[in-house]
């Protein structure tokens, strides 16, 4: 039987992590962080293409890995249009939305284009799988007060998908048939309502709603953002990056480290144990609302991503939504082995990639 060769590819705003699986196991890991001062000579994300992908190579050939051994390429995916879940090969409509970031400029844009290029050099296959923009929220979970403005999906869709068929696993059961609300929470916090299969509700974590994260703010009360915005005080990229990237704890704190504040309160800090409390709070809040939307027919609360390391955070949060289902900790993002896992199902058959 043939064991399949892949490289799973994750661009972030300053490093480049990379694995190589055989099948589901590990061959090679690293990280390629990117200095200020590499990155300031490119006046786009898109303009860094050329210069990950060589030292990805590069990375691969000092490690005596054969291009020519590889299976697929998979990339963390971007922001494209609203596609439902699942696995994408790569064409090229999606490397024309991705090169001109027609949906939005994030570094991980890079990873279907990087995967593409990799694979046309190994004569592999290239896919991204559940992008940020991952949308199956039902048409009442659209609409707001103002018609001009609809809520939108964007969230960890590739690690809360991943969490969630592993849980099923587990369980001995489908991920199609459990009603399961899943809390992603890391730099971002995104908490979906997954009912059969499809999440149906979740917070735009990005720069929308939701708790507050530790560098985002999260729900803020609309009538007293439009008087901080019409201020005098602040351009419009600088209110845009309070809710995203100088929001959240890192305001409060000047940190995002929810290790340091959990230190920071258990020391005697008032400060940073409202915080610490408020986060908790919120993230509960949010969950028990998506148990709501499920109807209350909910098979478990799954907590994930790299907070949910935190058993201080994960027993409060635990403390206040156990009585909707039990609560599991699934930590971490593990968002490579949820891309290898992924292009697996799709080399080995187990699931279609669809066309974007």
Known sequence: MKHYRILAVNPGSTSTK?????ELTVVL???????????KQFESVIDQLDFRYEIIVDA???AS???GSIDAVIGRGGMLRPVLSGIYEV???MRRDLSSARYGEHASNLGGLIAAKIAREASALAFIADPVVVDELEDAARVTGLPAIKRRSVFHALNQKAVARLY???EERRYEELNLVVAHMGGGVSVGAHRKGRVVDVNNALDGDGPFAPERSGSLPAGDLVKLCYSGRYTEAEVRRMLS????VVAHLETNDMRLVVEMADDGDETAALLLEAFCYNVGKLIGSMAAVLEGEVDAVILTGGIAYNEHICSRIARMVSFVAPVETIPGENELEALAMNALRALKGEAESAEY
């Open 18 to 22: 990379v694995a190589l699986f055989d």
């Open 29 to 39: 890991e690293f990280t390629l962080r990117h200095s200020e001062r590499e990155l």
């Open 60 to 62: 691969l050939g000092k």
């Open 65 to 67: 890995i054969d291009i």
């Open 91 to 93: 064409n090229d409509a």
């Open 168 to 170: 099923a696993l587990r």
């Open 245 to 248: 990237g100088r929001g959240g």
